[in-house]
């Protein structure tokens, strides 16, 4: 394991290094924006880990991506800036969130001997247009999905923002309280997954309780908590459009795969699946899900 961790780490590095070294060229030959360059440093990084998952022949090296590219991409933006009081709140939020899920991940994570099941799946189905698949599917499109959702980031650090207002409660709010459903949802799901006798039972209880993806009602609090962010500080509706991606690929990709596999392998989901609703607590007496 240690020696496993290490190729990560290794890997995220040269990514870094790629990264940086990319948007630094970049900077120095035309007179890009840094919302651009950082683009262009997400897209190096990103093929930098592609390489390295193929190489070993597993793409879960891409799975820590989602977690550190905020942090990385709100500190090249903070770079230079007057980094003001909404800018910091908004900077410990995306700290606090990365730190929770990249340890989730890490604590998680078996070695390179072991590869996410949809990774697995996708292969046997996509036989040998797999390759294409990765790069595009599975690493590129999510990278432009959270680049989307962090630049609300962008906006807050640009300067020029509007006074402080009641939004600044709501996504300091919501944000916390979206950072603490998905530490609670996760740590419950662990602990569950540790005892055997819970084999081929459907987890229903604490948060699990209210609604059937609760680690991904967190998630997508997190994302609205940047747009509200981005829009308390510029009044553009554009600040949402990563958030409203990111939760369209949840909703038809992320949460259909999920549930195909737990109604295929535990016989009590689809009861579970009548009871409580997805991502929202189902209202008695509501709709059913088809």
Known sequence: MKRDFGWIICAYVS???IGASAAWFLAGTTNGSTLTLALVADVAATVVIFGFGTYFRNSSFYDAYWSVAPVCLFVYWALGTNVDL????VGLLVLAWSIRLTHNWARGWQ???HQDWRYVDLKVKTGRLYPLVDLFGIQM????????????IWVVLAGDA?????????????????????????NVLRAFRLNPANAGQVLDKDVWS?????????????????????FAASGNPDVFVGFTAILMLFVFISIPMIERRELANKPGYAAYRERCGALIPRIAGGPRES
């Open 162 to 186: 509007r006074p402080w207002s009641g939004l600044d409660l709501a996504w300091m709010m919501l944000g916390g309280g979206a950072v603490y459903l998905e530490y609670r949802a996760d």
């Open 210 to 230: 209210y609604v059937r993806h609760p680690n991904y009602t967190g998630e997508l609090g997190f994302w609205l908590a940047l747009g509200i962010a981005g």
């Open 111 to 113: 070695g390179l001997d």
């Open 15 to 17: 990514a870094l290094i």
């Open 86 to 89: 909404r800018g910091l709140l």
């Open 141 to 152: 499109l999510p990278t432009l999905l959270v680049f989307a959702g962090c630049y609300p």
